[in-house]
């Protein structure tokens, strides 16, 4: 099992930076890979990045790639999603979870993934 909790969301402008968080516990995280999934009002759950257990592979969605980065500090068990030059179409609330890839192709596919923290709410005003 792990347990996820994601914090740092907020309401920001146009333009502004947000760091997201994501604290794990539990013995599986290791060696899980984790991503960071949002789904904005009437719209369906969509990747935005994922790192893997090391940290040598990370995987973005075009929609954020240059304004995002995710990283993770496995001492600390914490996932960070670092968002710059953020837009109103980035509103949304963002979630992390936590699974074990059975290829590299399957780090953008939110069913690689049991665990789910409850997410944070982004508001972007233009």
């Known amino acids: 099992q792990v347990q996820l909790v994601e914090s740092g969301g907020g309401l920001v402008q146009a333009g502004d930076s947000l760091r997201l968080s994501c604290a794990a516990s539990g013995r599986s995280f290791s060696p899980a890979a984790v991503g960071w999934f949002r789904q904005a009002p009437g719209r369906e759950r969509e990747f935005v990045a994922a790192v893997s257990w090391t940290g040598a592979n990370t995987w973005y969605d075009d929609s954020v790639k240059g304004r995002v980065t995710i990283s993770r500090d496995n001492a600390k068990t914490m996932v960070y999603l670092q968002m710059n030059s953020l837009k109103p179409e980035d509103t949304a609330v963002y979630y992390c979870?936590?699974?074990?890839?059975?290829?590299?192709?399957?780090?953008?596919?939110?069913?690689?993934?049991?665990?789910w923290g409850q997410g944070t709410e982004v508001t972007v005003s233009s």
């Open positions: 979870a936590a699974g074990l890839l059975l290829s590299p192709k399957a780090a953008v596919s939110a069913g690689s993934y049991p665990y």
